[in-house]
């Protein structure tokens, strides 16, 4: 296989099987690949020249590291320049009074959800204004929860260390969405636990980092069979989640053991 600076990383995860630890030697960011959902997630839209600004190093690292594998390199194709030229009309016109921005990348990497101070920041957007979330990944759930509000969103992922996902109303909504759960997904959790014995698949996603916590249960339930339940251990009660459950006919309940320590059950409605 011929690679260049546009190359894919999945197209060359998918060429040898030995290129996943030759990348991953590059350097320790890449560590993440290890997780097969992060590889579904991240490497098909990732170039070799996009990594290589993730990490900080040089576009040769990898050609120094892929060629021993049987890679050939075209050094003669430059760098796609990636630029998002549909940025919408509306966007052009703000002002830095007009923009609130909410960086929330040390607060995932410190481990702590980001949720509270989003939702306070939808609150908080200028009348005729715009929230800019910046975040190391799109943020999938929270632009389908703050669509159903009337926001739109914009994605600029042409920045090498970051994404700027911008959010602004089209039109007037009821307000800014709730982090509040339905008082009835945290009833009837023995008797519905009771009636799914026997019958309970499990995952306990606590340990993973944002965002696989969602796409490990969204996968688990592509394949669940319609008489069992899944059982998930989590760290707190996945807002984003809860309404992609209610869209795809699933019904939950929800149990809080500690801080920290939360219980779901899914099955379908």
């Known amino acids: 296989m011929t690679i260049n600076p546009n190359t894919k990383i999945a197209a060359i995860l998918k060429a040898h099987p030995d290129a996943l630890e030759a990348i991953i030697s590059i350097n320790k960011k890449f560590e993440k690949l290890r997780n097969p959902l992060m590889r579904k997630l991240m490497a ?46 509306f966007l ?16 995932i990497e410190e481990d702590r959800d980001p949720l509270p101070d989003i ?15 910046v975040n190391s990944f799109e943020p999938t759930p929270l632009i389908k929860l703050l669509e159903k509000q009337g926001f739109a969103a914009f994605v600029d992922d042409a920045h090498e260390d970051a994404v700027e996902t911008w959010f602004y109303k089209e039109k007037a909504s009821a307000g800014a969405p709730s982090a ?31 965002p696989l916590p969602m796409h490990t249960i969204l996968e688990l339930l592509d394949t669940l069979p ?41 099955f379908k409605d």
């Not at 194709?77 to 630029?83: C, G, L, T």
């Not at 007009?98 to 990348?105: E, G, N």
């Not at 008797?191 to 944002?210: C, H, N, W």
């Open 44 to 89: 098909g839209r990732t170039s070799i020249n996009m990594a290589s600004k993730i990490a900080g190093v040089k576009v040769d690292s990898f050609y120094e590291k892929l060629k021993p594998l049987g890679f050939e390199v075209d050094d003669k194709v430059e760098a796609i320049v990636e630029k998002n030229h549909s940025v919408p009309g």
């Open 92 to 107: 052009h016109k703000l002002t830095d009074k007009d923009i609130l921005v909410l960086d929330v990348r040390q607060t």
């Open 119 to 133: 939702m306070n920041a939808v609150k908080a957007i200028p009348p005729n204004g715009a929230l800019k979330i």
């Open 180 to 210: 509040d759960v339905d008082d009835t997904a945290k009833e009837g959790w023995d008797s519905m636990l009771a009636k799914y014995e026997g019958r309970l698949e499990t995952t306990d996603v606590r340990e993973l980092p944002m």
């Open 226 to 266: 319609e008489d069992k339940a899944l059982f998930v251990e989590h760290k707190r009660i996945p807002v984003f989640l809860l309404p992609e459950l209610r869209e795809r006919n699933f019904d939950y309940r929800i149990k809080e053991i500690t801080d920290g320590h939360v219980q779901l059950l899914i």
